[in-house]
């Protein structure tokens, strides 16, 4: 720790953490399920631009996708507050002419703005720059570093116990005392 302190950070100017994977990787952990959903999901289909899902089959494909990749599942209403937030709209529309259906309009170059625009313009899929043109250019800087291993030993503090008053159980000691008036002066 003494030298981690003595370290001269004058110099040290900070920058922008760059895109590694690990960034990715964390920046994606934070975002609540169903948009890591809705990534995965748009990101798996081919086609790009708009298109219409019922809303009760979104949920359940977000409701099996949760459960192959061990994750929370949000309520219907919950979820569908959470696909608002990036862009994702939906409305009633009549189905066959008679039963309205609630539908989500996916419009995925919509859903990629606002992601941007929440700061994962990082992620792979929504990134302007490849990945790999991001890693060549400066994963040269990246690629090894050396990190000094201390060897510091381990102090560990023992927890102290202060001693302890007696404490004395006053009704008890109560009960074991003759009172002070005995029957014969109950008498008198």
């Known amino acids: 720790m003494r030298y981690l302190l003595s370290r001269d950070l004058s110099d040290f100017e900070p920058q922008e953490i760059p895109a590694i994977k690990m960034k990715v990787d964390i920046m ?34 977000y409701f099996e996708w949760c459960g192959e990749n061990g994750e ?3 309520t219907s209403k919950v979820a569908g507050k959470k696909f608002s ?15 309205r259906e609630w ?23 929504f990134s302007d720059t490849l990945q790999d043109d991001i890693s060549t ?12 291993i201390f060897n510091v030993p381990e102090t560990i503090l023992q927890k102290i116990i202060p001693p302890q008053p ?5 009704v008890a000691d109560r009960k074991n ?8 002066d109950k008498k008198a």
């Open 72 to 74: 929370k599942i949000l």
């Open 137 to 148: 250019n400066k994963g040269s800087q990246n690629e090894t570093t050396d990190i000094p």
């Open 28 to 61: 994606r952990d934070q975002l609540p399920s169903p948009i890591r959903f809705i990534i995965n999901y748009i990101t798996s289909r081919a086609e790009d631009g708009t298109s219409t899902q019922s809303c009760t089959s979104l949920y359940q494909k």
């Open 166 to 170: 007696e404490c004395h159980n006053r």
């Open 85 to 99: 937030e990036i862009g994702i709209e939906s409305k009633q529309v009549r189905i066959g002419g008679r039963k």
């Open 103 to 125: 539908q989500y309009t996916l419009d995925c170059s919509k859903i990629i703005a606002k992601l941007r625009e929440s700061g994962l313009g990082d992620i792979e899929e």
């Open 177 to 184: 005392k003759p009172s002070p008036n005995t029957s014969k």
